[in-house]
């Protein structure tokens, strides 16, 4: 399969604790975008990667998200002292930019964390 | 500010017939990218099309078409012919870097 992977597909915690989800891109697609999903709307940008560089964070990600893509491939996004308003679909997306050319974005499947 | 309003919240519609999904936009720059994706119930956004600022031509892919008109900012999605796999939430979005989507359009497809 060479898509967009997120890892995992579902978690549920109780509020107050820390989850981590991992999105393993692409493999020849340098960029790589976190959005999060609610019921009844458009997917919302969060933050977005160039290779190891995070280019941009929206204003919706608090200070209790944090995003890495250590090594420009595959990325995480952590979210700590989880609060219930953080339930929601998480996706991730991957594209090829390259020589002043942007292209489109593919998802991946997405991780729908629930906080009880 | 970039935006992008799909009126439309939920459409439903017979099987066979044609059904046009509304897209309207918002933004200031000159150069951007339009795009549509289907978000079929097992929830993993399909790309559709892409269509950049400067390219007003219309495109037809089998059952679906799309027309851009800059003029009214707008960039619609006609499907013909609808047929039960079509239902799914439909997202128009707007691209400068990063992707700003609409609401979605819930479109049943019944049989």
């Known amino acids: 399969d060479t898509g967009v992977s997120q890892d995992p597909r579902h978690k549920i915690t109780k509020r107050g604790q820390n989850v981590t989800f991992r999105c393993d891109p692409i493999?020849?697609?340098?960029?790589l975008y976190w959005y999060r999903q609610t019921l009844g709307q458009g997917p919302e940008f969060l933050t977005y990667?160039?290779?190891?560089?995070?280019?941009?964070k929206s204003r919706l990600l608090s200070d209790r998200f944090s995003a890495e893509r250590p090594k420009g491939s595959f990325s995480t996004l952590e979210i700590q002292r989880t609060e219930q308003g953080d339930s929601a679909m998480y996706l991730c997306?991957?594209?090829?930019?390259?020589?002043?050319?942007?292209?489109?974005?593919?998802f991946g499947p997405g991780t729908r964390l629930t906080v009880l | 500010a970039q935006k992008v309003t799909q009126a439309q919240t939920e459409i439903s519609v017979v099987e066979k017939e044609d059904v046009t999904l509304d897209c309207v936009y918002e933004?200031?720059?000159?150069?951007?990218?339009l795009f549509w994706y289907k978000q079929p119930p097992s929830g993993e956004l399909v790309f559709l099309i892409r269509r950049n600022s400067f390219d007003e031509q219309n495109e037809i892919s089998g059952r679906y078409s799309w027309n851009f008109q800059k003029s009214t900012s707008s960039f619609n999605f006609t499907i013909t012919a609808s047929q039960v796999v079509d239902s799914a939430v439909y997202f128009c979005a707007l691209r400068k870097e990063k992707l700003v989507f609409g609401k979605g359009t819930k479109l049943t497809v019944n049989p």
């Open positions: 933004t200031r720059d000159t150069t951007y990218y």
């Open positions: 493999s020849e697609h340098n960029r």
């Open positions: 997306a991957s594209s090829l930019v390259a020589g002043g050319a942007r292209n489109e974005q593919f």
């Open positions: 990667f160039q290779n190891e560089a995070q280019l941009e």
